[in-house]
C-alpha cells in the first residue's frame, strides 16, 4: 500500500503549492502545510493559539466522506491495510478538493 498512497499524495505536492511536505511509511504518512514552501513556513504556528485555517481542510474532508487526524500544520493520513486501489484513488480526491479549499481559505485570509 506504500507505494500507491505515496504516488498519489506526491501528486497532491505537486499540485498544490500550499503541500509543503509528503513523508511516511506504510500506510502511515504525514502532509505538511506550508504557506512559503522554499522557507517551510508552517501554514499554522506549532503551539499557537489559533488553529487558522486548518478547520476548513478537515471540514471540508469530512463532508467528503474521510476522516484524517491532525495537530496544527501537520495532518496524519492512515488508511486502512485493505484499502483498494479505488479507495486510495478516493480518498487522493477528497484530499484534493479538501486542499484546495484550504489554499482558497488561506488566500482570503491572508
Not at 54 to 83: C, D, E, W
Given at each position: ?40 513556513t508552517p ?26 487526524f491532525g ?40
Amino acid at each position: 500500500i506504500e507505494s500507491r498512497l505515496r504516488s498519489h499524495l506526491l501528486a497532491l505536492q505537486a499540485k498544490h503549492e500550499i503541500l509543503g511536505d509528503v513523508r511516511g511509511a506504510g500506510a502511515f504518512f504525514a502532509l505538511e502545510f506550508v504557506s512559503d514552501r522554499e522557507q517551510r513556513t508552517p501554514l499554522v504556528p506549532w503551539q499557537g493559539k489559533s488553529l487558522g485555517v486548518m478547520p476548513t481542510f478537515f471540514g471540508s474532508l469530512r463532508k467528503r466522506g474521510v476522516y484524517a487526524f491532525g495537530r496544527y500544520n501537520i495532518v496524519h493520513i492512515a488508511p486502512p491495510l485493505v484499502a483498494t486501489d479505488e479507495d486510495l484513488a478516493e480518498i487522493a480526491a477528497a484530499l484534493d478538493g479538501a486542499i484546495a479549499d484550504l489554499a482558497d481559505a488561506w488566500n482570503k485570509a491572508y
